[in-house]
């Protein structure tokens, strides 16, 4: 978590700049410092400060409760603060509890609904927890004409899990759109096109949106597929992001787009700070004279998101 913000000499360059100290978990249960400078001129540095070894994070507590002590009932969202301070011995504060809840419903751990005006959270069927399912490889492709925006996502999987699967989720930006409709998406699999009633909205978040994608067949253990999705945005902003429901081996986004803009993505870890750039970024024009981007990811985790902007 961030501390506080001074001007000191920034570690890197040694220029004066102001300094945000933040430490984040890493594997073993060590806990990363790292300090991230920021200068005048908007150039950012990090400087890494160490690490040591501590107990079991937040949020890790959080997943903990979920698995262990949630059933699958619905509660409000006082029920689950009262639950996280009993099973840990410790006082919480409402902005942990809904940081934590927003991370397990974007991790499909949780369900969130309304009902007459009050907001309640569910604990996922275990047979629709997406965590042992991994993507082989996903493709995100989107050409751009002003502010619409045609996309074509390709996914391929093999249900390594011991259960059968229908669905899979999907995480789009989103805007400002409505409703799921205004998307026209259109999906299919290897066994066809897949009826739009199969095409659903499981939740949205400021600037994005996770939707459920049912096959034409239920996808038994060590059974493979795949899922074409087609659709069309209208863009308001010059960014967007999108967290990932599930993990991927590959991941390769590209952009090719009537104008001169130029694209940037990143992937944002789990700590929600931290960034790193793709392993491949390529650039160039077409005969159109249409600009194009591509950018490649291995090994993404689920929860981490990716950030996009021109």
């Not at 979920?66 to 969202?77: E, H, L, Q, T």
């Not at 502010?147 to 699967?165: E, G, H, V, W």
């Not at 090719?256 to 929600?272: A, H, K, M, P, S």
């Not at 970024?281 to 689920?302: A, H, N, P, Q």
Request: hydrophobic share 30%; glycine share 4%; aromatic share 12%.
């Amino acid at each position: 978590m961030p501390g506080n913000i001074t001007e000191v000499k920034c570690k890197v360059c040694g220029e004066r700049a102001s300094v945000k100290k933040y430490s984040s978990k890493g594997s073993r249960s060590k806990a990363y410092f790292y300090e991230k400078y920021t200068h005048r001129n908007g150039v950012v540095h990090y400087f890494r400060a160490g690490n040591k070894v501590q107990n079991s994070s937040t949020s890790e507590k959080f997943e903990q409760m979920i698995k262990s002590k949630m059933s699958r009932r619905n509660y409000r969202f006082k029920e689950i603060k009262s639950l996280f301070e009993t099973a840990f011995g410790s006082v919480v504060n409402n902005s942990m509890i809904s940081r934590n809840l927003e991370r397990a419903i974007r991790s499909n751990l949780l369900e969130k609904s309304i009902e007459k005006n009050i907001t309640f959270y569910r604990k996922v069927d275990p047979s629709k927890v997406t965590k042992e399912i991994k993507i082989s490889e996903t493709s995100f492709n989107w050409h751009l004409s002003g502010r619409k925006a045609s996309i074509n996502l390709f996914l391929y999987l093999r249900n390594d899990t011991d259960r059968p699967l229908t669905s899979i989720p999907i995480a789009l930006p989103s805007w400002e759109l409505d409703s799921i409709e205004d998307l026209n998406l259109s999906a299919y699999d290897q066994y066809g096109s897949i009826d739009k009633s199969r095409i659903n909205s499981t939740y949205t978040y400021p600037g994005q949106i996770l939707i459920s994608v049912s096959f034409n067949k239920v996808l038994k253990p060590i059974e493979k597929n795949f899922v074409f999705l087609k659709g069309d945005f209208d863009i308001n902003d010059d960014s967007f992001k999108f967290s990932l429901p599930i993990n991927i081996d590959s991941f390769k986004m590209s952009f090719i787009d009537n104008q001169t803009r130029e694209f940037y993505v990143r992937r944002r870890l789990l700590d929600g700070i931290k960034e790193s750039n793709p392993e491949v970024v390529k650039r160039g024009t077409l005969e159109e004279g249409e600009s194009y981007t591509e950018v490649e990811f291995d090994k993404l985790v689920r929860g981490e998101t990716i950030v996009v902007s021109w």
